[in-house]
């Protein structure tokens, strides 16, 4: 929102504008499409952000189904989740979906970048923690809701065990890949954040058909503890694949210097390598009968 000067509204005199009820200016706010600020208890809209509103620019109402999927939904979903406005960062994830959004959109290009943007404000010293892990924990709720969307009927592609190492506390990415991948047909075990060497290794042991193990990793200083998880995993199993991603690995070589076979640096290229893995197995077992 703009910075508060002598021209703001209150939300009342913000409809009056608009023409239209108080409740209906309110939940403008609440799905992110009008900037707003509580001073006092009162919330306040800046007349630039309002004039912005109504000429139907970053911030207004856009109609049309292609204008407003290209809306700010991060941003709009990032103030609702710093906010600690559950339902209104549930109504900005509606208002795209609504808007034309697909699911995998939903997760990749609006959830992602706006924890994305906290972390990295929460880092730079600008948030208190509190309000970082009372967003994340919205936006567990919000995953929660959606989880359900992302499975698909029929035969899986095979299993895939995801973790984040020992010492790695952000479970988010986790639950984030997971659904996406079983969007694609894969059967996933979500171990989520903090997971020991030997819980990892156990798991995939235990794990019928297992194809990949994927391992994430958000912060730098857990990238020793992955390494020491894929040393665990390559002693103790063969045949399956190992990845690593997440935002600390920025580079293939960084991925492979852990341990990995394989590097995702992101949430669709590690769909792909799945494929490729899947393919080239598939093409052994072939090879194998043929002889």
């Known amino acids: 929102m703009s910075d508060t000067t002598g021209d703001d509204l209150t939300l009342h005199e913000a409809a009056d504008v608009l023409g239209v009820h108080y409740m209906t200016a309110y939940r403008y706010v609440r799905l992110g499409l009008l900037p707003a600020a509580k001073a006092g208890g009162t919330w306040r809209v800046s007349r630039a952000d309002l004039d912005l ?164 990793v958000t912060s730098d200083g857990a990238l020793a503890s992955a390494k020491q998880a894929f040393t665990a995993l390559r002693a103790a199993t063969s045949g399956v694949a190992l990845v690593v991603g997440g935002r600390a690995i920025t580079s293939v070589e960084k991925g492979l210097e852990l341990g990995a076979d394989l590097v995702a640096l992101d949430a669709r290229g590690f769909a792909q390598l799945l494929e490729q893995v899947r393919a080239e197995q598939d093409e052994q077992r072939t090879d194998v009968a043929g002889n």
């Open 53 to 216: 509103f109504q000429a139907g620019g970053p911030t207004g109402p856009q109609v049309d189904g292609g204008s407003r999927r290209r809306a700010p939904w991060a941003e709009r979903l990032e103030a609702r989740l710093l906010a600690g406005d559950a339902r209104g960062a549930w109504g900005v994830i509606e208002a795209a979906l609504a808007a034309g959004a697909e699911l995998e959109e939903i997760y990749l290009d609006v959830l992602a970048p706006a924890m994305g943007a906290i972390g990295d404000r929460w880092e730079r010293g600008e948030l208190d923690v509190s309000l970082e892990h009372r967003a994340s924990g919205i936006a567990m709720r919000l995953i929660g809701r959606l989880g359900p969307r992302f499975v698909r009927r029929g035969r899986t592609r095979g299993a895939v065990v995801l973790g984040a190492p020992a010492g790695e506390r952000h479970a988010l990415p986790v639950a984030l890949v997971a659904d996406l991948l079983r969007q694609h047909g894969w059967e996933v075990s979500d171990l989520g954040a903090d997971v020991p060497d030997g819980s990892l290794v156990h798991a995939v042991l235990n794990t019928p058909d297992v194809v990949a193990v994927g391992v994430s």
